[in-house]
């Protein structure tokens, strides 16, 4: 991996370059680890399914979820930074816990984004909201079924169906206090594209990739500063 210009040396040999070593095998021993359950299934029961089956699954898959294996990765790659996205990407629940926990602590902190401090910052944030997330993962599993049985049903109802777009509506009002021109170019056309009718994976390639090039197109236009 090659030093961007400009960008601290220091802060490239001890950071970035052991991340990228152990972020690179961290991630390719998780993606062989998520085969063990079928090959395991196959070695000591030999239940294996026919390739027709493996591979119409794996469409829907693609079908599904493939548009954001392309997506997520660069939209959230400017909020988390190298190691953060490592993390985020080994661990899950990236829009809905990792985002919103870098997205506030660099706001908090005040830290510029895309800076070596930002990147440092987002990183302690995800570190920090998968340790959480794995204590209150431990206490569902164990008393989940008890404590969901004592909470009302409307309120039940009410965090199925509010809790993400809470999130994501104070994400997108965090970052719109600091680029009000940007939001409101995305909101826009976020509305228009729920106006088109177009399916929700198209919609959201063309918020991400258009509010990108119009946003760089702006700066370099001077418009925005």
């Known amino acids: 991996m090659m030093m961007k210009p400009g960008q601290n040396e220091a802060f490239f040999k001890s950071w ?25 299934l ?15 699954a794996w469409g829907l898959i693609i ?4 548009a954001f294996h392309v997506i997520e990765p660069i939209s959230f790659y400017s909020v988390y930074g190298l190691t953060g996205t490592y993390i985020s990407f080994l661990s899950g629940n990236n829009g809905n816990i990792r985002l919103p926990a870098s997205s506030t602590a660099q706001d908090i902190i005040g830290v510029e984004p895309g ?4 990147e440092i910052v987002s990183t302690l ?36 169906n509010y809790i993400l777009p ?17 939001a409101i170019f995305a909101f826009a056309l976020c509305c228009v594209c729920s ?11 063309l918020a991400v990739f258009v509010t990108i090039a119009v946003t760089r197109i702006l700066y370099q236009k001077g418009i925005l500063d």
């Not at 196959?42 to 119409?56: D, Q, R």
């Not at 079908?63 to 493939?66: E, F, I, K």
């Not at 909201?129 to 009410?158: E, R, Y």
């Open 125 to 160: 944030a995800i570190c920090g909201s998968v340790i959480v997330n794995l204590v209150i993962l431990f206490v569902g599993v164990l008393f989940g079924t008890q404590i969901i049985a004592m909470i009302p049903p409307a309120i039940k109802d009410g965090m199925a």
């Open 16 to 40: 970035t370059l052991p991340t990228v070593r152990i972020g690179f095998w961290t991630l390719l021993l998780a993606c062989a680890a998520s085969f063990m359950p079928s090959v395991l």
């Open 195 to 205: 106006w088109l009718g177009l399916s929700s994976w198209l919609r959201v390639i």
């Open 166 to 182: 809470s999130l994501y509506g104070a994400i997108f009002a965090q970052s719109a206090i600091h680029h009000p021109k940007i």
């Open 42 to 56: 196959f070695l000591i029961h030999g239940v294996f399914p026919p390739f027709e089956i493996a591979l119409k």
């Open 115 to 118: 800076s070596d401090q930002a």
């Open 63 to 66: 079908v599904a979820y493939g």
